[in-house]
């Protein structure tokens, strides 16, 4: 917590945390932003994992009915103050499990449609349980052309730790590679009580050689509010994993496409999180714009019942400092193992060496960081510690700031220290 602390103090040389208050701002104010990217956000599921801090509930009809008409509500509105049709990146479907509103998923692409031309590709992700014929049809006839699997592990122990069970995951895996999607991720977690290293290595192995365009190897993270019965392994234990994924991955040619996700040569990336700016749709959906961060309620009753009021269902915005903006672009860019100072400087403003120079320095002096035609990548060793920082900031400011939107539905503020 201190680490985290002194980490953003220094990097945006203020003592200002973050500070999201519900003095929210009426209009969002996007029309001009550039690399849009779009994200929805289905909040319901079978059953609920205890490991999982998203924001869902149990499906109900009469819920699920509701919500999609509010859903289509928030898109109406928040897509009408164009003047023209708005380029954007990508449109992802998240959750919770996004396949349980299947029967309505053409139509909320059409209603994004209305509004937003779309150029790189439509993503969802999808629990083992809902891949079947019939619903992979259906997704592709709604336009998709990405999907990810959460498989966790194709280990029966690691499952059972997880509290999730087996589900045939290897001939899921060929139906949806004979569906023939532009990308197919598979979501894995390492450091599960009980995976030793030639488990996670054969899980790799098994999603790229059944299908998979690529994997997101997420550590498991034990958040506050969840009931895992079993914890993660201990850190220097993870250490140990994320370099067997990463030498695995380098042996076998495939490529390293950001601190958690490596991918076959040549393929598309299913990234809902690096993008430059986003508008998020539906419970607990985030928004970032150029100076403004914002995130919607995580109460499905209260966001219908704003919406059905004609208001936004915005729950806590933030306004970036210069300083806090260029932080949060660089933790997003170096996540994905490149630093773009052309795009710093289009999105902040102001040159990357100009406000960073030394750190930049210093991290090529530490060896974090490579210099290359005039961009920077993460190294190896830069990598293990952005994963160890990213770990961290998700106790810090993720656990809190979820922890508490799903008991307030409008918190009146929240401080990120
Ligand atoms: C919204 S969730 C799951 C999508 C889908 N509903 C499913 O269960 O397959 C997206 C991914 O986050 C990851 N995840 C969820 N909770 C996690 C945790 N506590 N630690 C690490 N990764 C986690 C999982 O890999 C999961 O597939
Ligand atoms: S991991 Fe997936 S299925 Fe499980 S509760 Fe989270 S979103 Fe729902």
Redesign the pocket.
């Known amino acids: 917590m201190l680490l985290t602390s002194l980490l953003r103090i220094y990097l945006t040389r203020s003592l200002r945390p973050f500070e999201f208050t519900n003095k929210n701002k009426a209009i969002l104010d996007y029309e001009n932003e550039e690399n849009l990217g779009l994200y929805v956000h289905i909040p319901f599921?079978r059953s609920i994992?205890s490991?999982?801090?998203?924001c869902k509930v149990v499906y109900n009809h009469e819920t699920v009915k509701k919500y999609k008409l509010a859903l289509l509500k928030e898109i109406d509105m928040v897509g009408s103050i164009l003047q023209a049709k708005k380029e954007v990146t990508s449109l992802y479907l998240?959750?919770?499990?996004p396949a349980l509103m299947i029967d309505n998923m053409k139509e909320i692409i059409d209603c994004v449609k209305k509004y937003f031309d779309i150029k790189q590709g439509i993503g969802v992700?999808?629990?083992?349980d809902d891949i079947n014929k019939g619903t992979l049809n259906q997704l592709k006839s709604s336009g998709v052309t990405m999907i990810?699997?959460?498989?966790?592990s194709f280990n029966e122990k690691c499952l059972l730790a997880l509290g999730r069970r087996d589900g045939d995951f290897i001939k899921k895996l060929r139906m949806v590679d004979e569906a023939k999607f532009d990308v197919v991720d598979v979501?894995?977690?390492f450091g599960i009580p009980m995976q030793t290293e030639t488990i996670l290595t054969e899980d790799i192995e098994k999603a790229f050689s059944n299908g998979a365009t690529q994997i997101?190897t997420?550590?498991?993270?034990?958040?506050t509010f969840?009931n895992n019965t079993y914890k993660?392994l201990p850190e220097k234990e993870k250490k140990r994993m994320l370099g067997s994924i990463s030498d695995y991955c380098k042996e076998t040619e495939r490529e390293r496409t950001s601190v958690w996700t490596f991918a076959k040569k040549g393929t598309g990336k299913y990234s809902s999180v690096t993008r430059d700016n986003f508008l998020g749709f539906g419970v607990s959906a985030t928004t970032l714009l150029r100076d403004q961060f914002k995130i919607n309620t995580f109460s499905i009753d209260d966001y219908i019942e704003k919406i059905n009021f004609g208001q936004l269902p915005t729950s806590l915005t933030l306004s970036f400092s210069l300083r806090q903006r260029a932080v949060y672009y660089l933790f997003w860019s170096a996540y994905s193992m490149v630093i773009n100072p052309v795009q710093f400087q289009k999105i902040i403003g102001k040159p990357l060496k100009s406000m960073y120079g030394f750190e930049l320095w210093l991290c090529k002096l530490l060896g974090f960081l490579k210099e290359r035609d005039g961009k920077y990548y993460l190294t190896e060793k830069g990598a293990y510690y952005y994963h160890l920082i990213e770990q961290a900031y998700t106790t810090a400011y993720i656990d809190k700031m979820w922890n508490i939107s799903r008991t307030t539905a409008f918190p009146e503020q929240i401080v990120l220290k």
């Open positions: 599921c994992c490991f999982c801090p998203y998240g959750g919770g499990t992700e999808l629990h083992p990810s699997i959460g498989i966790q979501d894995l977690i997101s997420y550590p498991f993270i034990d958040f969840a993660p």
